[in-house]
Nanobody
């Protein structure tokens, strides 16, 4: 079992920045792929950025150049640095982990409870 807890969400104005964190605990040695997803009201959950144990990353086109995913293996923590935020980035952001590579598809086995990000214009 793996437990994921997100933090760092909040409300910012357009153009601002936030850094999300995801603390992992439990059988953390069992998963090799982690990612950030988001879900806006009335929309499907979408992949934002994913990273593997070697540090290789994939980003959704909508966030390339603005968001950066990273991980601190010693702290079992995943991060998402979000810059130049736009109102359309408003959503609940979720952390996910799995031993299988799902890329940006929301098929991951383990999920956090989510953290709200609100960007005002």
């Amino acid at each position: 079992q793996v437990q994921l807890v997100e933090s760092g969400g909040g409300s910012v104005q357009a153009g601002g920045s936030l850094r999300l964190s995801c603390a992992a605990s439990g059988d953390t040695y069992t998963y090799h792929y982690m990612g950030w997803f988001r879900q806006a009201p009335g929309k499907e959950r979408e992949g934002v950025a994913v990273i593997d144990s070697d540090g290789s990353t994939i980003y959704a086109d909508s966030v390339k150049g603005r968001f950066t995913i990273s991980q601190d293996n010693a702290k079992n923590t995943l991060y998402l640095q979000m810059n130049s935020l736009k109102p359309e980035d408003t959503a609940i952001y979720y952390c996910a982990a799995d031993r299988v590579q799902w890329f940006l598809r929301p098929g991951y086995e383990y999920w956090g409870q989510g953290t709200q990000v609100t960007v005002s214009s």
